[in-house]
């Protein structure tokens, strides 16, 4: 077994490190708000601390799963940051889902202290986290990886190294494009479907066994046709993300006319009010167009 950190107790990362700690690891978590550090302790075991820094250190591998870009800088790089204390040899493994140019520049520093730097956001929501079953789409060097997967299959369903350092968080940016897609293709169709005067859930039935199928619509069509969205990936967290992939388009060429469209869309429903709705919430936007 493992000594472990976890930095970072949101609705992901509770979960996560509550898993390792079921393995019988050693862990010790952070998160800025100490009361979610203390609940987390109360209910499993290990300790807290009160700085990145003291939470990493001694560690073999510490995990971070943390807000973006600047929230990750704060907990490795700023004041009292987990890279000042780990030890040489150690990993540090990020499950945020960050920018590819955030995942390079803490492999550098990380090699340059000497330990490894895997960046590894995860797909699966919250239900995948507190089931132990999302998948976990790596980047960095093969040899350090290899040490860490076995730990990161206490919460993992899958999990592949995708190349090198950032390989990873461009990733997680093809899984977030085509999800925005499927769930605005899927509202479109749900929206078509009532306004045709068709049931729904005998459409979706039909066609969910077909070419159409999708996990989105799996385990959304039902949440959508009732209206109901309090719930779920939020709104906020799907145009931070695909805010990430229209900068790296940018960077790399890459057209993106679709998801800049839908990017818009959910610009709409956060003016609705729906910042913390379920992104299946487009359907919503589609309705009120309507009224």
């Avoid at 009292?80 to 955030?102: E, L, R, Y």
């Avoid at 899927?186 to 306004?195: I, P, T, V, Y």
């Avoid at 979706?204 to 799996?218: D, P, R, T």
């Amino acid at each position: 077994m493992a000594k472990l950190a976890f930095l970072g107790l949101g609705v992901m990362g509770y979960p996560m490190a509550g898993h390792l700690a079921a393995k019988g690891h050693d862990v010790c978590v952070y998160n800025r708000t100490a009361s979610k550090a203390e609940a987390w302790v109360a209910q499993h075991g290990g300790k807290f601390a009160t700085t990145p820094a003291e939470a990493a250190k001694n560690c073999e591998i510490v995990f971070a799963c943390v807000g973006n870009d600047d929230d990750l800088r704060v907990v490795t790089l700023g004041d009292a940051g987990a890279f000042a204390a780990m030890k040489k040899g150690s990993i540090f493994v990020d499950h945020t889902t960050a920018s590819a140019n955030i995942a390079r520049e803490l492999y550098a520093a990380a090699g340059n202290a000497g330990f490894d730097f895997i960046d590894a956001p995860v797909s699966g929501g919250q239900l995948g986290a507190e089931n132990g079953v999302l998948t976990v789409m790596c980047g960095g060097d093969s040899g350090p990886y290899e040490r860490a997967e076995p730990v990161i299959a206490a919460f993992a369903k899958s999990c592949k190294l995708m190349g090198e350092s950032g390989a990873g968080q461009l990733t997680k940016m093809v899984n977030q494009i085509c999800i925005a897609g499927l769930m605005q293709g899927l509202s479109e169709g749900l929206h078509f479907a009532d306004k045709a005067g068709l049931d729904g859930e005998r459409v979706v039935e039909v066609i969910s066994k077909g070419a159409a199928g999708s996990w989105q619509m799996e385990n959304r069509y039902r949440t959508m046709i009732a209206d109901e969205f309090d719930f779920g990936f939020a709104v906020d967290w799907m145009r931070k993300d695909l805010g990430i992939c229209l900068a790296e388009a940018n960077e790399n060429g890459a057209s993106l006319p679709g998801t800049a469209q839908i990017d818009q869309y959910y610009k709409d429903v956060q003016n609705m009010g729906g910042q913390r709705w379920d992104t299946s919430s487009l359907i919503r936007r589609l309705r009120k167009l309507d009224s």
